[in-house]
């Protein structure tokens, strides 16, 4: 099976600009979108990142989203206190029938 | 306005068969496009997907865990149910169903979760 990955921390302090990778070890994830979700402590991840670039409505344009090839990158520019959460990128990997694979996700930490 | 929730058994004993139903408004399988799956994410890591079921009935399953899962949908109800079968203590997770729609791809609305235990 496909595998994200992702680092386990990133850090920054306020106001910076952060970015978060996501590379997958198959090819298949290569001509598939890439997702992004931010996770607060004890709630329901929250779409962030769509089909690799594109915000959900109420989302801030602090975030976004890059892709290229098999890796992806979410920036957050701006850095601010409640930005501090688990970030975790998804994707269809069409091989095997088709199933989602979720990375493993990044601790986010606001100095 | 779309909302989606989990409901089912909180305890479950070793080798016993998950039931959950997720109960959704605010969008329908008679519309194209359409899926819901289900995805876990036990304490302290990553969600983990499981399965999909899409709006013409089509399914489809975790490479790992295929053997293990079901999926069905009553479009009637706007439900969709999901069994694991032979729980093991680490299938300990909160277990979320999540909506996919041809606009927005993957789970762009999510239940509240529902906390499954599996011990003896």
């Known amino acids: 099976q496909s595998v994200l990955t992702q680092p386990p921390s990133a850090s920054g302090t306020p106001g910076q600009r952060v970015i978060i990778s996501c590379s997958a070890s198959s090819s298949n994830i290569g001509s598939e979108y890439v997702y992004w979700y931010q996770q607060h402590p004890g709630t329901t991840p929250k779409l962030l990142i769509y089909r690799n670039t594109q915000r959900p409505s109420g989302v801030s344009d602090r975030f976004s989203g890059s892709k290229s090839g098999t890796s992806a990158s979410l920036a957050i520019s701006g850095l601010r206190s409640d930005d501090e959460a688990d970030y975790y990128c998804?994707?269809?990997?069409?091989?095997?029938?088709?199933?989602?694979?979720f990375g493993g996700g990044t601790k986010l930490t606001v100095l | 306005q779309v909302t989606l929730r989990e409901s089912g058994p909180a305890l479950l004993k070793p080798t016993q068969t998950l039931t959950l139903t997720c109960t959704f408004s605010g969008f329908s399988f008679t519309t194209a496009g359409m899926c819901v799956s289900w995805i876990r994410q036990p304490p302290g890591k990553a969600p983990e997907w499981l399965a999909r079921i899409d709006w013409e009935g089509d399914k489809y399953y975790s490479p790992s865990l295929r053997t293990r899962l079901t999926i069905s949908k009553d479009t009637s109800k706007d439900e969709v149910v999901f069994t694991m079968i032979n729980m093991d203590p680490v299938d300990t997770a909160t277990y979320y169903c999540?909506?996919?729609?041809?606009?927005?791809?993957?789970?762009?609305?999510w239940g509240q979760g529902i906390v499954v235990t599996v011990s003896s």
């Open positions: 998804a994707a269809w990997d069409d091989s095997l029938s088709g199933y989602v694979i």
């Open positions: 999540a909506r996919e729609d041809s606009s927005y791809g993957l789970f762009d609305y």
